[in-house]
């Protein structure tokens, strides 16, 4: 695949260790920079205090915790994101539903297609 000619920081939250490292392998063979992956919301809000976060996929259940407190902080930011969940988008806050919804675990084509939506509004 050819190296974009932008290199965008991505955030990567998710506690399953593997998902997190196929989600990185993924990003990074699109020529993009991985911040993270945190596996918990104090991790991750240090994550985009300490770095710039072009976009973001954030896995809402983080063990004994949600990512939504990471997602209020990034959409405060208007840093585009989407979650990636099991869960049915009845399953979570009317807040959140503005955001996109992926299957987990994430297929290469859908996360590649979100990825290509989320930082079109950036290019």
Request: aromatic residues 8%; charged residues 15%.
């Given at each position: 695949m050819p190296r974009p000619e932008t290199i965008f920081n991505i955030l990567v939250v998710e506690d399953e260790w593997l998902i997190a490292m196929d989600m990185q392998m993924m990003i990074e063979d699109q020529g993009h920079r991985v911040i993270g992956p945190a596996n918990n919301v104090a991790t991750a809000l240090e994550l985009i205090e300490n770095d710039e976060v072009d976009a973001a996929f954030l896995?809402?259940?983080?063990?004994?915790?949600?990512?939504?407190?990471?997602?209020?902080?990034?959409?405060?930011?208007?840093?585009?994101?989407?979650?990636?969940?099991?869960?049915?988008?009845?399953?979570?806050?009317?807040?959140f539903h503005q955001f996109v919804l992926l299957p987990k675990p994430i297929t290469p084509h859908l996360l590649t297609r979100q990825l290509g939506k989320m930082l079109g509004k950036k290019m």
């Open positions: 896995d809402i259940n983080l063990g004994s915790e949600t990512s939504f407190p990471i997602a209020e902080k990034l959409a405060a930011s208007a840093v585009p994101l989407a979650f990636i969940s099991a869960y049915a988008k009845n399953e979570i806050p009317q807040q």
